[in-house]
């Protein structure tokens, strides 16, 4: 499985971006999808998950600015950023198929956001 994120970019506090991710090499539906970041010299921090079922996981420091959504028959996951903050500035990783034993066997390159003013 290949993931292929993108809209990463630099913003002003306040503003708002949207990250994509599509999912290629598989037939199948799958299981969870997420967005990771990290920030420097930080460790990696689960932002939000989306569930093929539709159940959905934010961290507390993103609720209610954050929005994860996916498309099930494209295996392409979505994250909605509004109200963007300095502490928001990271690396934005996309990551998919969630194993309880090792965690996310899926990762992608990553995409930079930039909040600053």
């Known amino acids: 499985v290949q993931l292929q994120a993108s809209g990463g970019g630099s913003v002003q506090p306040g503003g708002s971006l949207r990250l994509s991710c599509a999912a290629s090499?598989?037939?199948?539906?799958?299981?969870?999808m997420a967005w990771y970041r990290q920030a420097p010299g930080k460790q990696p921090e689960l932002v939000a998950s989306?569930?093929?079922?539709?159940?959905?996981f934010y961290t507390g420091a993103v609720k209610g600015r954050f929005a994860i959504s996916r498309d099930n028959a494209k295996n392409t996951v979505f994250l909605q950023m509004n109200s963007l903050k300095l502490e928001d500035t990271a690396v934005y990783y996309c990551v998919a198929d969630y194993d309880w034993r090792t965690g996310y066997n899926y990762w992608g390159q990553g995409t930079l956001v930039t909040v600053s003013s």
């Open positions: 989306h569930g093929s079922g539709g159940d959905t």
């Open positions: 090499g598989t037939t199948g539906t799958i299981n969870i």
